[in-house]
């Protein structure tokens, strides 16, 4: 049915123009759009299974329909001036506020006349701090393999669709805003080379399949790192080093030497972490550099690193103005990547002690220390949540200390929680989230609840003051949140 469809439009195409309206009117982009965002999932995957176009047929309309779905997904606000954009974050991390103020007024640990209105912040909002750059601003983009919506299974892309609903799209990414020229050109030269490839794709590693997904990071001289993710399923190591010997080609001397790549990285993921699964350099650089606010950092392929880095000298510069400076402190950056926060507020600190699971990040921040001739830094490898708890225990008391904490969109662990809020020697306390709901709302209000002995909250609660939001991801609608908590 669905290709009888496709040709009957492909021959209307042919004989007279057809607008994309009516295109999408009869066949139904718009018709699609409905029946995919409903919450009929056994509809969704009859759709998937009825419309699904057969490789090699290409309907008018239709890839752009995908592709502006994607860009709704993926980048909702692109459609509007960035202006607007700003205003719709603003608001949206004053209902954050405003949802912590609620909260804190139950707990009655917000004894402020200022609160005691139901529409009011938990503490002073500043105006949200503009992205210097706006567009084609990510120094990282993450493209996957799978079935295209002219259903070629090598698409390399990002998905409309969920895997848990089975109606997964993957659409090439070359209109999306916030992804830069760079990436969208390593992402076009590996589809061609993976339909050169004798190798099918891996759609879900339990069917098999080998090439899965490519990391593409770039720094602002242009550098450009990619890293191919393959699941070599029951591969040898002679078959596994002719793939790696085909793609090193492809990109050094074949159609992809276009992509000028600084490194080409390659992982045989068979399980999920770095540690289990290594990088392995196919050639170039081994690592990514980068400046920030006039310092260098080094950046490992499984690094973190900020992903709008012009946005990232903002970010840091902002925290920077909300720590009150003091010879004595001690600064605290708990989840610090290669160390980019404490690197930067080193020098109006007598110490800083940076926390971090990742191994190479770990590395990274120590070379990045010495790389900048900054002697006051040091930093831990392990899970915060084990080793800031005995880093505090080992502190006298009278050490005033500062913490710093940007974790992932999880939030802190509890024992983080409870290390930071019963150590008294930590009176400020600054809280960087790109997702201010959910387990981080929790953090904010263990922080500030009254003392618990149950959940053995028993220092004084915190009190947040003031807070800073900065637009690090135009196009989107995320936001970093940048609150002061003192007590
Ligand atoms: C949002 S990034 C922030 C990195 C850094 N502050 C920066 O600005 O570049 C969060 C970091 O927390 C690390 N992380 C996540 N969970 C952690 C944990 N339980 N313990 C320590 N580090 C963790 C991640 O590896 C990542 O580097």
């Given at each position: ?318 925290i920077r103005t909300l720590i009150p400076v ?125 003392p618990d002995s149950r959940k053995k909250l ?12 900065v637009d690090m991801f135009p196009h989107t ?11």
């Amino acid at each position: 049915m669905a290709l009888s469809c496709a040709l009957r439009l492909m021959r209307l195409h042919t004989c007279r123009p057809v607008s994309l309206t009516r295109v999408s009117l009869s066949t139904g982009p718009d018709e699609d759009c409905r029946q995919l965002t409903g919450k009929n999932t056994a509809a969704k995957e009859r759709w998937m299974k009825e419309k699904k176009p057969r490789q090699g047929y290409s309907l008018p309309g239709l890839e752009s329909n995908w592709e502006e779905r994607l860009a709704s997904v993926t980048t909702p606000l692109w459609k509007l001036p960035y202006e607007e954009q700003l205003k719709v974050k603003a608001k949206s991390q004053k209902k954050v506020l405003q949802r912590l103020a609620s909260h804190l007024r139950e707990l009655g640990t917000d004894k402020r006349e200022i609160t005691q209105s139901p529409n009011e912040c938990c503490c002073h909002l500043c105006p949200i701090v503009p992205s210097p750059v706006i567009d084609g601003y990510r120094n990282k983009s993450t493209f996957s393999v799978n079935r295209g919506p002219d259903g070629n299974l090598k698409t390399v892309g990002l998905y409309v669709g969920t895997g848990r609903a089975r109606n997964i799209v993957c659409v090439r990414g070359n209109h999306l805003k916030n992804v830069p020229e760079k990436h969208k050109q390593v992402a076009q030269c590996y589809e061609e080379f993976l339909q050169q490839s004798t190798l099918d794709p891996c759609l879900l590693y339990r069917q098999g399949g080998h090439w899965c997904k490519l990391i593409v990071r770039t720094n602002s001289n242009g550098h450009t790192m990619a890293i191919i993710i393959f699941h070599p399923q029951d591969l040898n190591q002679e078959e596994l080093y002719t793939q790696k010997t085909l793609l090193k080609e492809f990109f050094t001397h074949g159609p992809g030497a276009v992509c000028t790549l600084t490194s080409l990285y390659f992982q045989e993921r068979t399980r999920s972490s770095h540690q289990q699964s290594p990088y392995q350099l196919l050639y170039g650089e081994p690592y990514m550099f980068e400046e920030v606010l006039g310092l260098k950092f080094r950046i490992s392929p499984d690094a973190f690193f900020q992903i709008n880095t012009a946005g990232a000298e903002v970010l840091y510069q902002t925290i920077r103005t909300l720590i009150p400076v003091a010879e004595k402190t001690m600064l605290l950056d708990v989840c610090c990547g290669t160390g980019a926060i404490g690197l930067s507020l080193a020098c109006q600190a007598f110490r800083v002690v940076g926390i971090e699971e990742v191994e190479q990040a770990v590395e990274d921040a120590r070379w990045n220390a010495a790389l900048n001739g900054i002697s006051n830094c040091e930093f831990h490898s392990g899970k915060a949540e084990k080793v800031l708890p005995q880093f505090l225990k080992s502190q006298k008391d009278d050490q005033p200390l500062v913490a710093v904490v940007n974790p992932s969109r999880s939030g802190l662990h509890y024992r983080v929680v409870r290390a930071i809020r019963n150590c008294k020697a930590i009176r400020t306390l600054v809280y960087v989230s790109c997702k201010p709901e959910g387990e981080t709302m929790r953090n904010f209000i263990e922080f500030c609840c009254p003392p618990d002995s149950r959940k053995k909250l028993e220092g004084e609660p915190f009190t947040p003051v003031s807070a800073v939001p900065v637009d690090m991801f135009p196009h989107t609608i995320h936001c970093e949140l940048v609150i002061l908590f003192t007590r």
